[in-house]
């Protein structure tokens, strides 16, 4: 079965372009989650979708960063206009519903972001 | 706030001896812990989990003992192996449907042969 696809693995940009990142979860998987993680540092939560809702984004910044997760598959995560500080490995996640006992959450590879 | 921590940023263990990965939290109100295993250019990868009413679990050669009273956990590999050489990152999940996870900062584990 194959696992969380994300794409681009890598992508360099100038600063003040927009960059989008798509992530394909894991089939059946209700859960999508998008984190960000700084060098040196643990993921941090950016949006969490069950399906198609977005039920807790509250560290995204919404200035410049957006999510869509149509049809409650796959998902969008765009920055526009990136910034300097925005260098970091956006990572996407999947797991069965969340819930009252834990489900796993499947990671995929990353796409490493550098903004010069 | 960093409420899950790593106060070791690495640790080198002889392979066949005990490693012990340390995790300190500070809310109370987490419902499950999480250790992951990260490769270099992989995503995190789930190692073993434990409920906050529980004080140990047991996967293999994997051990994790929650001490909720000191908001401390740590995971156990015995015996280490090469293999094991990777970045594991303790994580907290937040309970009463929130459902978030805290991630710690990560402590890189080598494995000398």
């Known amino acids: 079965e194959a696992g969380v696809v994300q794409s681009p693995r890598y992508k360099i940009i100038e600063k003040k372009q927009p960059v989008a990142f798509w992530c394909n979860p894991i089939?059946?998987?209700?859960?999508l989650y998008w984190y960000r993680q700084n060098l040196g540092q643990g993921p941090e939560l950016l949006i969490r979708?069950?399906?198609?809702?977005?039920?807790?984004d509250s560290q995204l910044p919404k200035d410049r960063f957006s999510a869509e997760r149509l049809k409650g598959v796959d998902s969008t995560l765009k920055i526009q206009p990136a910034e300097l500080g925005d260098s970091a490995v956006y990572l996407c996640?999947?797991?069965?519903?969340?819930?009252?006992?834990?489900?796993?959450?499947?990671f995929g590879p990353g796409t490493r972001l550098t903004v010069l | 706030d960093q409420q899950v921590k790593q106060n070791s940023p690495s640790l080198s263990v002889q392979e066949g001896r005990i490693s012990i990965l340390n995790c300190d939290y500070t809310?109370?109100?987490?419902?499950?812990f999480l250790w992951y295993k990260k490769y270099p250019a992989e995503g995190p990868t789930f190692l073993i989990s434990?409920?906050?009413?529980?004080d140990k679990n047991e996967d293999g050669r994997f051990t994790v003992f929650l001490n909720k009273s000191a908001k401390h956990l740590s995971l156990h590999i015995v015996p280490s192996q090469p293999g094991d050489s990777a970045v594991y990152f303790c994580?907290?999940?937040?309970?009463?449907?929130?459902?978030?996870?805290?991630f710690g900062t990560g402590t890189r584990l080598k494995v000398l042969a």
């Open positions: 979708y069950e399906n198609e809702e977005a039920v807790d």
């Open positions: 089939s059946g998987h209700n859960t």
């Open positions: 809310n109370s109100m987490f419902d499950y």
């Open positions: 996640a999947s797991s069965l519903r969340a819930g009252s006992s834990y489900n796993e959450q499947f």
């Open positions: 434990i409920s906050s009413i529980k």
């Open positions: 994580a907290a999940r937040t309970g009463s449907g929130t459902y978030k996870y805290i």
